[in-house]
C-alpha cells in the first residue's frame, strides 16, 4: 500500500493574508486571500483562503498533519477571528503559532536556492511583541529595559544564521509601538521603524497606504536637495527614526487632485525618503554582516520589495549571493509557517524548491471552455435603468424605524454609486456619496439585483467573489428590516433581461500559441495574458499579466490611463529571454521575481522609453524556460518576428483591484477594458470589430526594428 502524502499547513492571519499547503515537503498550492475575496491586502480570518488550498489539492483540513499559523488567536470562532475558521472541536489536526520573523525567516529557509550555509536578514515595518517572540537567544538591545514592558516593543529587524539545517538567532532589535508614544495619530506604528516611516511618508504622499511601491515610483520625478536634513540617526549599528526632521512635513496630500497639483513637492519628498531609506537599509546590512560575516544572505519583511535598494546591495556589499524571497511582504508568512512545521516540527529533511513562483491552483480546460460559453456582456445604460427603478422601488414601498443613521452604499460598477439613508422610518435614496457609509456593498448592477432578494443567494455570490462588502453584521439588519422584494413586480423581467445579453468576441486556437500572440503583439494590440496557477506574490510574471510591445510610443500612458486607470507616473517592467540580458541592459543579475532594478544600455534607451523610469532605470524580469516556459515561449517567437526580445510586462488588474484569478475574472476584466486581446489558456480572444488595428498607436514599422 502506497504511503499517504503527508500535508502540512501554514496559514499567516493579519493583513495580506495567505495559506500554504505542503505536500510531502514540496509547496503543492498557495494563495493569497485577496485573490479570492478581491479585496485589497485582505486578512485576518483565513478560512477562505485555507478552502481555496484544500480544495485545489482534492482533501479536507482531516488530511493535514499540522497547521502552523503567525497572528491567529487560540479556538475556532472569536470575535478576533471575525467569522468561524475551519478547525473546529470535530478537527484533531495539532496547530502550532510560531512569532512574525520567525515566520519570514523560514520563508526564505524554505524557497531559496542555496544549498550550502547562509544568514538571513529581516526588515518590515512591524514584527511581533517581545513577549511573543521565541527566537530571542540572539544580542537583544536594552534587553533588560523592554522586559519591563515587552508587550508594547515590537521586532523591527532581525538577522539570524543558518548552519547544517538550524537556525539560530544572532541579533534581534526592537522599538516601542508607535500607539504609545508621542503623538497617537501620527505616529502609530513601530517607532524607528525602516519599513514604519516609508509606510507613513506613502501615506503623507498618497494620502493611503495600499501600494508603498508608488513612493519608489514617485522618487525619480524629484529633485535632490529641496529637503537636506537626515531621516534617519544611525548609530550603534541601529536605526533611529529623526522625528523632528519628520515634524517638519505638514502638508500631507489629502487627494488625487492635491497629489497632482503640486506633484513636484510630493516627487521631492519621494526622492529624499528613498535615498534616506537605501542608506539606513545598507547600514543595517553592513552592521549586521560585521556581526556575523556571511557570503550568502536570504532577505525578507515588506522592506524586502524596495527593488531600488536591493539593487544597491547587490552591487555594494561583498555577497557571492542575495535571495530576496518574491512574497516578502505578509502574504509569505504562510509560506514560512508551513516550512516551519515541515522542517521543525516534524524534523523532515528540506526538499529544495524548484524556483517557481506559479503556486496557485490551474483551472481545467472545462472550466475555461465554460467560462467562454457562460460570459455575457450587457448594456451598461439598460443595467443602470433596471437598479434605478428597483432602487426607487426599495425607496417608496419601504419603512425601517429601528435603522435610524444607517447608511448602505452600494458601489456598482456598472451603474454607480448609491447611498441608502434610513432615518425616522423613511429610506432615503442619493446618487453619489453624501455621507459615511456604514455598511459597502460593491458588485455589478446584475449580481445586486439578483443576490439582494434572497440573503442565501447574496451569501454564494460573495463567497464566488462576485460581492465585495463591508461590516456584515450591519448589512444582516438591514436585510431583516427591509423587504428588497416589496413592489417590485418587475424584477423577473429585469432578471430574464440580465440573464440575456451578447458575446461581443471571436475565440480562435492557434496550431502555434507563441508565434500567434507574437505577431498580434507586433501589431501593436495590448494582451491580457492568462495561463496555469496564478503567481504567488506582488508580481505579475507571465501567467496573470498584461503584456505589450514596448516600442510603440504612448503605450505606457495608454496602458496606465485606459487598462490599469492609475497614476500617470507609475512605470512598468520589462520581461526579457535570459540569456540576453545584457544586450538591453548594464548589470548581469538574474532577477526572475521582479525584485532588482538594472539601468539601460544607451543604445536601447529611446526603444525601450516605455519600460523604463526617468533615471533610465527599470524593475526588470528576467525570464527562464525552467518554470515560465509558456511565456518564454512567447518572448522567443517575438524575437524571431521582430528582432527583439523584451515585452512589457505588468499586472492583470487594474488601480485598487487584485490582480485576476480565474478565467471568468480575466474576461470580465477584458470585456470591461481597453484590452485588444486576451490569451486564455490555449484559446485567443478578440473583441468583435477590432479590424487587427492597434489600439494605443500604430505598429512599429519593420525599418525601425532593430535586430540583436
Known amino acids: 500500500m502506497k504511503n499517504r502524502p503527508i500535508y502540512v499547513l501554514g496559514t499567516g492571519y493579519s493583513h495580506d493574508g495567505s495559506a500554504c499547503l505542503l505536500k510531502d515537503g514540496k509547496i503543492a498550492v498557495a494563495i493569497e486571500k485577496e485573490r479570492i475575496t478581491r479585496i485589497k491586502h485582505d486578512g485576518n480570518n483565513d478560512t477562505a483562503a485555507i478552502q481555496y488550498c484544500l480544495d485545489a489539492e482534492g482533501i479536507t483540513i482531516h488530511d493535514v498533519a499540522l497547521v502552523v499559523q503567525n497572528g491567529a488567536a487560540a479556538g475556532p470562532v472569536t ?6 475558521r475551519l478547525f473546529t472541536k470535530d478537527v484533531a489536526v495539532p496547530i502550532y503559532n510560531i512569532s512574525h520573523h520567525l515566520a519570514h525567516a523560514y520563508s526564505t529557509i524554505g524557497t531559496c536556492p542555496f544549498t550550502t550555509d547562509f544568514n538571513i536578514v529581516v526588515i518590515d515595518g512591524s514584527g511581533a511583541s517581545f513577549d511573543q517572540c521565541m527566537d530571542l537567544s540572539g544580542f537583544v538591545p536594552d534587553r533588560e529595559k523592554i522586559q519591563q514592558l515587552p508587550h508594547l516593543y515590537y521586532e523591527k529587524d532581525s538577522y539570524y544564521s543558518y548552519r547544517n539545517g538550524k537556525l539560530q538567532t544572532v541579533y534581534k532589535d526592537f522599538s516601542e509601538f508607535g500607539f504609545f508614544f508621542r503623538n497617537r495619530e501620527k ?13 507613513m511618508l506613502s501615506k503623507y504622499c498618497f494620502s493611503n497606504v495600499e501600494d508603498t511601491g508608488k513612493l519608489m515610483g514617485l522618487g525619480p520625478y524629484g529633485e535632490k536637495g529641496r529637503f537636506t536634513d537626515p531621516l534617519f540617526d544611525l548609530k550603534d549599528g541601529r536605526v533611529f527614526v529623526n522625528y523632528d526632521t519628520l515634524d517638519t512635513l505638514n502638508q500631507p496630500s489629502r487627494s488625487f487632485s492635491n497629489l497632482k497639483n503640486r506633484f513636484q513637492y510630493y516627487a521631492d519628498v519621494a526622492c529624499w525618503v528613498q ?27 515588506g522592506v524586502a520589495l524596495n527593488a531600488v535598494a536591493n539593487a544597491r546591495l547587490l552591487r555594494e556589499l561583498d555577497l ?26 516534524l524534523g523532515k529533511e528540506n526538499v529544495r524548491h524548484n524556483g517557481t513562483a506559479f503556486l496557485g491552483r490551474p483551472y481545467s480546460k472545462d472550466e475555461v471552455e465554460s467560462a467562454v460559453a457562460d460570459i455575457r456582456v450587457h448594456d451598461p445604460l439598460e443595467t443602470k435603468m433596471l437598479v434605478d427603478a428597483y432602487l426607487r422601488n426599495i425607496r417608496y414601498y419601504n419603512k425601517a424605524a429601528d435603522l435610524s443613521g444607517v447608511i448602505l452604499q452600494l458601489t456598482l460598477t456598472d451603474s454607480g454609486i448609491y447611498q441608502l439613508a434610513f432615518h425616522d422610518g423613511e429610506v432615503e435614496l442619493h446618487h453619489g456619496v453624501k455621507k459615511v457609509p456604514s455598511v459597502t456593498i460593491t458588485t455589478e448592477g446584475r449580481y445586486f439585483l439578483q443576490g439582494m432578494r434572497n440573503m442565501d443567494h447574496f451569501t454564494a455570490l460573495a463567497q464566488e467573489g462576485k460581492i465585495t462588502l463591508s461590516n456584515g453584521n450591519d448589512l444582516f439588519r438591514i436585510m431583516q428590516a427591509v423587504d428588497f422584494s416589496a413592489r417590485t413586480e418587475g424584477l423577473v423581467e429585469m432578471e430574464q433581461q440580465l440573464s440575456g445579453g451578447s458575446q461581443p468576441f471571436v475565440v480562435r486556437r492557434a496550431e502555434n500559441l507563441a508565434s500567434a500572440v507574437a505577431s498580434l503583439l507586433a501589431e501593436g494590440k495590448v494582451i491580457g495574458l492568462y495561463h496555469g496557477g496564478a503567481e504567488f506574490g506582488p508580481r505579475a510574471l507571465g501567467h496573470r499579466s498584461i503584456i505589450a510591445d514596448p516600442r510603440i510610443p504612448g503605450v505606457r500612458d495608454y496602458i496606465n490611463s485606459r487598462i490599469k486607470l492609475r497614476e500617470d507616473f507609475r512605470p512598468f517592467a520589462p520581461a526579457v529571454l535570459e540569456e540576453d540580458l545584457l544586450v538591453y541592459f548594464k548589470y548581469q543579475q538574474d532577477t526572475p521575481y521582479m525584485i532588482l532594478v538594472n539601468e539601460v544600455r544607451d543604445e536601447w534607451a529611446a526603444q525601450l522609453s516605455s519600460v523604463i523610469h526617468r533615471n533610465r532605470s527599470a524593475r526588470v524580469q528576467t525570464v527562464n524556460k525552467v518554470w515560465n516556459k509558456s511565456f518564454y515561449d512567447i518572448l522567443t517567437a517575438f524575437k524571431e518576428q521582430t528582432g527583439i526580445s523584451v515585452l512589457l510586462n505588468t499586472s492583470f488588474n487594474r488601480k485598487g483591484m487584485p490582480i485576476v484569478e480565474t478565467p471568468v475574472e480575466a474576461l470580465n476584466f477584458f470585456l470591461g477594458s481597453e484590452l485588444d486581446c486576451l490569451v486564455l489558456e490555449d484559446l485567443i480572444i478578440l473583441k468583435k470589430g477590432t479590424g487587427g488595428q492597434a489600439t494605443p498607436a500604430t505598429a512599429v514599422p519593420q525599418a525601425e526594428q532593430a535586430a540583436v
Open 79 to 84: 470575535d478576533y477571528h471575525e467569522g468561524p
Open 275 to 301: 535615498d534616506q531609506v537605501e542608506e539606513a537599509i545598507l547600514y543595517t546590512f553592513r552592521s549586521r554582516l560585521e556581526q556575523d560575516p556571511a557570503e550568502r544572505l536570504t532577505y525578507a519583511g
Open 320 to 345: 557571492k549571493e542575495l535571495y530576496m524571497q518574491p512574497a516578502a511582504a505578509d502574504n509569505g508568512i504562510a509560506i514560512g509557517c508551513a516550512y516551519y512545521g515541515w522542517l521543525e516540527i
Open 187 to 199: 505616529y502609530a506604528g513601530n517607532m524607528h521603524s525602516i519599513g514604519g516611516v516609508y509606510e
